[in-house]
């Protein structure tokens, strides 16, 4: 198996794939950084010994095995070419034409958060050929895998990708193309329901303790310092010319990138991190969100903690029928796969949807219909709810069709 790319997701690719017995290629642009490749898999290694996994005679062995090389030059063609370089579609641009042409008869996967699969695959002779795999962070121990099937992703493409799951002990869910697939879509749903939430009386710390309550084993925004803020920027940034001028958007986290304050890599964020000291709320946020508040006219009341929860679950609930709507997601069950193994949500509610049908949908419909009324650019219910209701069904009865 080809890695192209060896940076933390390339790399966590590449040791994955090595511990699973495949003979691994990494590609890296030049000698120097094929050699950072090289290390970053040796830090894999040195991790796993002194864990007690594997042994140092091993781990030598096994880095050994692997082929860190600069350029596309005396690749063996067939098999599989996983493409893991930046998430940027100029730079992946390059990555699979040199693959297409180095290897082609291989499938080739392109390993993405975000982006257009689609678009991608009318870049190669064969678009039939590509497939989109999205790993979590670190690729190495998150178990889930987003495969993602393009309009022209062939039946041996797809099947290569399941296979490779298989291989590597992850948990497929098969997702269609958008704008962040399954998981990432409803994050950023969510999360867009959270900063309204801020702008309207609730506090970040507040939004937190609700979520580690509810049985999230970390709040929204100290996820999001873990992870730093400057991803989730870029990822606005892409996405600014498309953003709809009449929906209400907060400039409250932009903001704190644009001042350095990217989380726990930079010592402050949501929270400010010191050395040996527990993480306590960043006293400057108040001042950003009273401001944005004030630019959109928000008058910030306080808000009780089951308000708080009970808007983030029905930004979920209602993304999530939006994605079995568009037919993104083939099933409410591979929903709830995707939020409990990559993104947190309590195993022990059994996911966002089993948990809307726990509540009942009627009530949803009842609660979601609330919110449409505030706010009905943000809080358009998604067409599938009002046929469940109307069909008296859960979600989880649509999966047993």
């Not at 030598?60 to 067939?78: E, K, V």
């Not at 008869?105 to 050929?129: C, E, F, Q």
């Not at 869910?173 to 009386?201: I, K, P, S, T, Y």
Request: glycine content about 10%; charged content about 25%.
């Amino acid at each position: 198996t080809v890695v192209v790319g060896g940076g933390t997701m390339g790399a966590g690719i590449a040791y994955a794939l090595m511990q699973s017995g495949s003979a691994v290629t990494l590609v890296e642009r030049d000698d120097e950084a094929a050699a950072s490749a090289r290390a970053r898999v040796s830090g894999l290694l040195d991790a796993a010994v002194s864990r007690g996994l594997t042994s140092a005679d091993k781990a030598a062995a096994q880095l050994t095995s692997m082929r860190f090389q600069a350029g596309y030059d005396d690749l063996q063609d067939g098999g599989l070419a996983i493409e893991a370089a930046f998430e940027d579609m100029a730079v992946k641009k390059d990555v699979l034409a040199a693959l297409d042409s180095a290897m082609p008869d291989a499938v080739l996967a392109t390993n993405t958060s975000y982006l257009d699969i689609d678009k991608m695959a009318g870049w190669l002779a064969d678009p039939s050929r590509l497939v989109g795999l999205h790993f979590f962070s670190p690729a190495h121990i998150m178990k889930l895998l987003e495969i993602v099937r393009g309009k022209a992703s062939s039946d041996m493409a797809l099947a290569t990708g399941f296979a490779l799951a298989k291989r590597l002990g992850k948990l497929p869910v098969m997702v269609g193309v958008c704008d962040g697939f399954v998981g990432n879509r409803m994050l950023q749903r969510v999360r867009e329901a959270a900063e309204h939430l801020l702008l309207d009386g609730a506090e970040f710390t507040q939004i937190d303790r609700v979520m580690t309550n509810f049985g999230y084993a970390m709040g929204l925004y100290m996820t999001q310092d873990l992870s730093g803020l400057d991803i989730a920027w870029a990822n606005r940034k892409r996405q600014a010319d498309n953003r709809d001028p009449n929906r209400r958007y907060s400039r409250v986290q932009d903001e704190m990138c644009a001042a350095g304050r990217l989380g726990r890599k930079s010592g402050a964020g949501w929270y400010v991190y010191e050395d040996g000291a527990k993480p306590v709320p960043n006293p400057d946020v108040a001042a950003l969100v009273e401001a944005e508040a004030e630019r959109h006219g928000i008058s910030r009341r306080p808000m009780d903690d089951d308000a708080v929860l009970n808007t983030l679950l029905l930004a979920l609930i209602n993304e999530a029928a939006g994605l079995l709507g568009e037919g993104i997601a083939g099933r409410a069950a591979d929903v709830d796969l995707v939020l409990v193994h990559g993104y947190g949500f309590p195993r022990f509610r059994g996911g966002p949807l089993f948990h809307a049908d726990q509540i009942g949908i009627a009530t949803i419909h009842e609660q979601l219909k609330e919110l449409e009324a505030g706010d009905p650019l943000v809080w358009k219910m998604a067409p599938l709810i009002e046929q469940l209701v109307a069909d008296g069904k859960g979600f989880l009865d649509q999966d047993a069709k």
